[in-house]
């Protein structure tokens, strides 16, 4: 699992080079641009991922003890975050497209340069790939909750899918504590 | 609760305290200062997800390595894209 995981640090790193390259060669436009993103919505975001990994890792330590229904409602409320995470982007990404800022769906003639249009489409491509990634944790974590609240899985013997599922979160929440700083924080 | 919940609900809390402490700095500076400060509290707040979370506090040099390995290997390769932009 850890391997499989290394692997989607790379995935994403080719995003975070080209990011660190655009801030490099267009410091000021790439500020501009980060200051036009929702800032606030971004915060409750992380912090709605950072509470869901909680959730996880409670639930990973219940999966230890044996304790099913606590590892169901736990993976559950996890799964539940998940899935506000994914709404308020959604929100966010209406609004940018009302805003005339989001690559796919605005004008071009609608950004402020070509700089700006390339910093939302790097925004917007990551944050997707983020958001699919968040997607497949849902269904993993809703899954797995499932079969640990009709006691289909064997506690505390089979407590490595709690595990792995767990790992595979708790990832995808640590490359959204880098997105968020090189997204919405560039000053 | 149990030892291991309330520590990993404290770590939680720190968690959500260096959320607030990024955001306070996006505010108050500016360039490369704000660029290190973001980042450097991104660093902390990944490595008590590996660290707690993740469990790696209990496992061994190996899976460690494992898990930190691509991220090491990001971090050496970031650094050599930005010496070619800075010293072009």
Redesign the interface.
Known sequence: M??F???E??LF?GL??VV??L???H?NEV?AASRRLD?WIG?VN??VL??S??A???A??AARCGRHRRVAILLGVAALLGIGFLALKGFEYAGEARAGLLPALSATYRFSGPVEHLFMNLYLVSTALHALHVTVGVVLLGAVAGTAAVGRLRLPERAIVS?NA??YW??V??IW??L???LY??? | MDRVQIRLVAIWAVLIGLLGLTVVASFLLQGVPSVAASLGIALAKAGLIFWFFMRLRSEGGLMRLAATGAAIWLVVLLSLVSVDYLTR
């Open positions: 850890l391997v995981l290394a692997s640090i790379m790193g975070f080079a660190l390259a801030r490099l060669m410091p500020v800032l915060t992380t912090a950072l509470t990994s909680l996880v890792a409670l990973v330590h595990e767990g790992l708790h990832l929440d640590a504590i880098f968020y700083p090189v924080l560039a000053r």
